[in-house]
């Protein structure tokens, strides 16, 4: 075979082929040959028709054969004389036969980067002492409480930082109400009654609650705020809002005591020092998993200040999109409406991008990192985690084995743990330290 391989930019290769006709007519001869051992023709026992009446009877599925196996012959050909690492080899072009009956195309394949990995072992990361501080802790017990809590009305004083207010409100920007001004939903922003909020700087809107305290049962004000830069409805960045604000009651929580009894309705028959542990142990385990998480995302940051390669347009184009969606996932879910994810949608691709290439140099790394240190998966690991996820799935191991086969997916899956082995093995080799300085990082 004459193989010409010609590569441009952003991974991609033009791939020029000649298969000489010495070659064809022995593959196609092959193919006859089988065809005619399993052909049942009547008149002829089965294996005994003459080739050319197998020939003519079979022509099209024994060129199409023919096609896909030369085809195959000089993608494997092309891999190990140029040493390529193809994602895709494209569909095949420009097919012709030649004149002597040789056959030639072309096909535009999609390359895996080219990696020249950095130093990637003793990567210096730096996390909280793994110990569940003890002011955690409290504050997860003081949570409970605040979960049984009675509420109290509050009587001859004004509202205070801590308090529980219940209030109407409205609100108007640019002397119009919020949903005229925007000409769609404002979601929260428009008003409620009988909206309860603790005097919080972290409830509601930044500069409300403070502006609450002083007020008694029965005040109305008006509480004027400038939304920030960032504020997520894009036509209320930077804007006065002025919300006129009454309020209707004032309460005080009062929280019932950390003992058995409260013990009793959180978990029956436990003590409370039982549910203590309980609540630790949880904590202990929550706090582990997302210190493993500091650690991969810091050892991922100090790669992206490493290396910086071509990727594939496509896969860039498919990664992004798939980071989109993700994010406005996460933004309905958070409560955000149409009419907000779409006067953010340039922003969220944006960052959808960054965070595409971000994963995909990451797993290319990952995938050199595998094979650099000879990190494979066996046949073994890779039934056992089809098993796994047949368990969360609550169908048939055999079942989704047999429909990932037929996928074409298990070569992908297997690529995703040895992945995962890449990153566990960086983790197991990283230069870490603890510091109390360093706190668990919010996700």
Known sequence: MNIVVEKQPKCVATLRVEIPAEKVRGERDQIVRNYAAKARIPGYRPGKAPLPIVEKRFAKDISEELHDSLVNQAFDEAMRQENLKVLDFGNPGDLSTLPDGGISFASQMTLAPEVRLPEYKSIAVTV????????????????????????????????????FAVIDYSSTVDGKPTEEFLGKPAGYLSGREGFWMRLDEKAFLPGFAAQVVGMNPGDSRDITLTLPADFPVADLQNREIVFSVTLN??????????????????????????????????MQSERKRRIDDMKVNQIVAYFNTQVD???????????????????????????????????????????????????LRTNFLLQEIARAEG?????????????????????????????????????????????????????????????????????
């Open 128 to 163: 909280p002492p793994a110990e569940v501080p003890e002011e955690d802790l409290q504050a997860q017990l003081k949570s409970l409480q605040e979960r049984f809590a009675d509420f109290n009305a509050i009587e001859g004083r004004a509202a205070a930082m801590g308090d």
């Open 249 to 282: 009651e004032l309460k005080e929580a009062v929280l019932p005591a950390l003992d058995d009894e409260l013990a009793a309705k959180l978990a029956p028959g436990k003590t409370m020092a039982e549910v203590t542990d309980i609540i630790r142990g949880n």
């Open 309 to 359: 390669f071509e990727l594939p347009d496509e896969l860039v184009t498919q990664e992004t999109q798939s980071q989109a969606d993700a994010m406005v996932s996460r933004g309905v879910q958070a409560g955000m409406s149409e009419e907000e994810i779409a006067s953010q949608q340039a922003e969220i691709f944006a960052s959808a991008g960054q965070q595409a290439v971000s994963n």
């Open 375 to 443: 990190i494979t998966v066996s046949d073994a690991e890779l039934v056992n985690h089809l098993a796994q996820v047949a368990q969360s799935r609550k169908i048939a191991p055999k079942k989704l084995i047999r429909d990932m086969q037929r996928a074409g997916r298990l070569p992908s899956i297997r690529n995703s743990i040895a992945i995962g082995k890449a990153i566990d093995f960086l983790v197991g080799e990283a230069n870490v330290s603890e510091s109390a300085e360093t706190v668990i990082t919010e996700e």
